[in-house]
């Protein structure tokens, strides 16, 4: 019953900065955290940036200081700010929703952001 719809992906520079958008709809009647992982070629899927209700965010080390994620509960959306691109944060970006701790999330259909001169 719950729709993820991520948006705001591409192609950008090395240096550049994109914002991605997830947007939720259906049936959700709390929210315990939002976040965003990225999947590369070949790699496994990563945590880049979560946010919990009570807004404590926890960023992947190669991200800090870079990234910003952000939420607006009453629209049920997560924002990630990213500035400072690089090559290696090329990957589909997935937004996810978790009802409860250590529930599966509902998942995005993901975005490609690609970083490259």
């Known amino acids: 019953q719950v729709h993820l719809v991520e948006s705001g992906g591409g192609l950008v520079q090395p240096g550049g900065s994109l914002r991605l958008s997830c947007a939720a709809s259906?049936?959700?009647?709390?929210?315990?955290?939002m976040g965003w992982y990225r999947q590369a070629p070949g790699k496994q899927r990563e945590l880049v940036a979560s946010?919990?209700?009570?807004?404590?965010?926890n960023y992947a080390n190669s991200v800090k200081g870079r990234f910003t994620i952000s939420r607006d509960n009453a629209k049920n959306t997560v924002n990630l700010q990213m500035n400072s691109l690089k090559p290696d944060d090329t990957a589909v970006y997935y937004c996810n929703i978790r009802e409860k701790p250590n529930s599966n999330p509902y998942w995005g259909q993901g975005t490609q952001v690609t970083v490259s001169s």
């Open positions: 946010i919990t209700s009570g807004d404590s965010t």
């Open positions: 259906g049936t959700i009647f709390r929210i315990y955290d």
